[in-house]
Antibody, heavy 120, light 107 residues
Framework: QLHLQESGPGLVKPSETLSLTCTVSGGSISSSIYYWGWMRQAPGKGLEWIGSIRYTGTTYYSPSFESRVTISVDPSRTRFSLSLTSVTAADTAYYYC????????????WGHGTLVAVSS | DIQMTQSPSSVSASVGDRVTITCRASQAISRWLAWYQQTPGKAPKVLIYTASTSESGVPSRFSGSGSGTDFTLTISNLQPEDFGTYFCQQTSSFPLTFGGGTKVEIK
């Protein structure tokens, strides 16, 4: 059974870079039929898709984040990462890693989520 | 970007009630729509995709319909475990976008 687990700092200072990693087990990032991505949800708010990556390195980013986001796949092909630069308090949110199909773009597997607070 | 508008933003209902949530896309998306359920403290989980296909294991009281720009999620015979927030998502194209959510609360 596929399992996704987010990891990374729970507190980031304003203007710094938020970095998270998602470890994938029970499935392969190298599958050609899936994308791997990141979503966030500010406490009590709605869902914001940040971006997705295919094992080949092809990425799609939300225009809302495109200027400061990078999603990458680890060479081990067991992890993928999120980097979000120049964070502000508005970036405080639960961050989820997830999977969706390359044809059907709904998210069928989610990590449990990790809360990242931006504060000095 | 395709904008998704959900209504109502909240609904108060009793166990056994029928609840209907609607989602409208800013442009036609055929049947490329998914519905998610989120209960407090948990990640969302997909209930329905391609407008009316149920994810494996989802109870039959959840059903979806619609195409083009207008979609509906219906919960028949509402159960205690169904209380939470529901989101629609267009799965037609990048960037992937969501409705604002509908909170289903206990009356």
């Amino acid at each position: 059974q596929l399992h996704l687990q987010e990891s990374g700092p729970g507190l980031v200072k304003p203007s710094e870079t938020l970095s998270l990693t998602c470890t994938v087990s029970g499935g392969s990032i190298s599958s050609s039929i899936y994308y791997w991505g990141w979503m966030r949800q500010a406490p009590g708010k709605g869902l914001e898709w940040i971006g997705s990556i295919r094992y080949t390195g092809t990425t799609y980013y939300s225009p809302s984040f495109e200027s400061r986001v990078t999603i990458s796949v680890d060479p081990s092909r067991t992890r993928f990462s999120l980097s979000l630069t120049s964070v502000t308090a508005a970036d405080t949110a639960y961050y989820y890693c997830l999977r969706h199909g390359s044809g059907a773009l709904h998210f069928d597997s989610w990590g449990h989520g990790t809360l990242v607070a931006v504060s000095s | 970007d395709i904008q998704m508008t959900q209504s109502p933003s909240s609904v108060s209902a009793s166990v056994g009630d029928r609840v209907t949530i609607t989602c409208r896309a800013s442009q036609a998306i055929s049947r490329w729509l998914a519905w998610y359920q989120q209960t407090p403290g948990k990640a969302p989980k997909v209930l329905i995709y391609t407008a009316s296909t149920s994810e494996s294991g989802v109870p039959s009281r959840f059903s979806g319909s619609g195409s083009g720009t207008d979609f509906t999620l219906t919960i028949s015979n509402l159960q205690p475990e169904d209380f939470g927030t529901y989101f629609c998502q267009q799965t037609s194209s990048f960037p992937l976008t969501f409705g604002g959510g509908t909170k289903v609360e206990i009356k």
